[in-house]
């Protein structure tokens, strides 16, 4: 399956979409439920110029949104053990459990073995944790497929500077340009992909999903 037979026209003139590792198959036909609340969302995504332009604090408006749109998805965490035998001539010779052998790796929404991360604006080294944490997943046996979910490259500096300047917190417009905010070393497209080429994602099937102008509008 291609990724253009995956969603809607209205989703595909939306977003800019990619699919590593027979993403779109393994999506739509393991998990229809999961792709089909995905496919809701995306059908429904609108952010606005003010979300962009305000300041974001520890969490930005755009992630506070999206956190609407999947409810029922929960932040996970995995963490496990590794038993380690050493066996000689058919017998184990030695036996030891190396602890917190994984660790720590967190996805931002996970609903059965689908597992979805947002990176709107972040430093693009965000990229390697994420695919890094799909992979440990996906070699655990916990998800068979990750989405990413972050700025298409028709977001860039251009379209940023048609925004004007920062928001203050009162609504009043502030001294700081908004394209100074969104630099070519933050998450957006075009950092993402030469990772997928690359297989930094591991064995795990990952679409890759760009938000466009399309998906903009007015406060």
Same mark, same amino acid.
């Given at each position: 399956?291609?990724?253009?037979?995956?969603?809607?026209? @209205?989703?595909? *003139?939306?977003?800019?979409?990619?699919?590593?590792? @027979?993403?779109?198959?393994?999506?739509?036909?393991?998990?229809?439920? *999961?792709?089909? *609340?995905? +496919?809701?969302?995306?059908?429904?995504?609108?952010?606005?110029?003010?979300?962009?332009?305000?300041?974001?604090?520890?969490?930005?408006?755009? +992630?506070?949104?999206?956190?609407?749109?999947?409810?029922e998805?929960?932040?996970?965490?995995?963490?496990?053990?590794?038993?380690?035998?050493?066996?000689?001539g058919?017998?184990?010779?030695?036996?030891?459990?190396?602890?917190?052998?994984?660790?720590?790796?967190?996805?931002?929404?996970?609903?059965?073995?689908?597992?979805?991360?947002?990176?709107?604006?972040?430093?693009? *080294?965000?990229?390697?944790?994420?695919?890094?944490?799909?992979?440990?997943?996906?070699? +655990?046996?916990?998800?068979?497929?990750?989405?990413?979910?972050?700025?298409?490259?028709?977001?860039?500096?251009?379209?940023?500077?048609?925004?004007?300047?920062?928001?203050?917190?009162?609504?009043?417009?502030?001294?700081?340009?908004?394209?100074k905010?969104?630099?070519?070393?933050?998450?957006?497209?075009?950092?993402?992909?030469?990772?997928?080429?690359?297989?930094?994602?591991?064995?795990?099937?990952?679409?890759?999903?760009?938000?466009?102008?399309?998906?903009?509008?007015?406060?």
């Amino acid at each position: 399956m291609r990724e253009s037979e995956l969603f809607s026209e @209205n989703i595909r *003139q939306k977003f800019e979409i990619y699919s590593y590792r @027979n993403a779109a198959s393994v999506l739509a036909g393991s998990f229809p439920d *999961q792709c089909a *609340q995905v +496919a809701a969302a995306l059908e429904d995504f609108r952010i606005t110029t003010g979300m962009i332009r305000r300041p974001g604090g520890s969490k930005g408006e755009i +992630a506070r949104y999206v956190d609407t749109l999947f409810p029922e998805w929960v932040e996970t965490r995995i963490s496990a053990d590794l038993l380690v035998r050493l066996e000689h001539g058919g017998h184990t010779d030695t036996e030891y459990l190396r602890k917190g052998f994984l660790d720590g790796h967190r996805i931002d929404f996970v609903s059965g073995k689908v597992a979805l991360d947002l990176e709107w604006n972040s430093k693009d *080294q965000t990229y390697d944790r994420d695919l890094y944490a799909f992979s440990a997943f996906y070699d +655990a046996g916990a998800i068979d497929v990750g989405i990413i979910l972050t700025r298409g490259s028709s977001l860039d500096t251009a379209f940023f500077r048609t925004l004007g300047k920062v928001l203050n917190k009162d609504g009043t417009e502030g001294k700081e340009d908004v394209y100074k905010k969104f630099g070519a070393s933050t998450t957006w497209m075009e950092k993402l992909l030469y990772r997928l080429v690359a297989g930094r994602n591991g064995g795990c099937p990952v679409p890759a999903i760009g938000i466009t102008p399309k998906c903009m509008g007015d406060d």
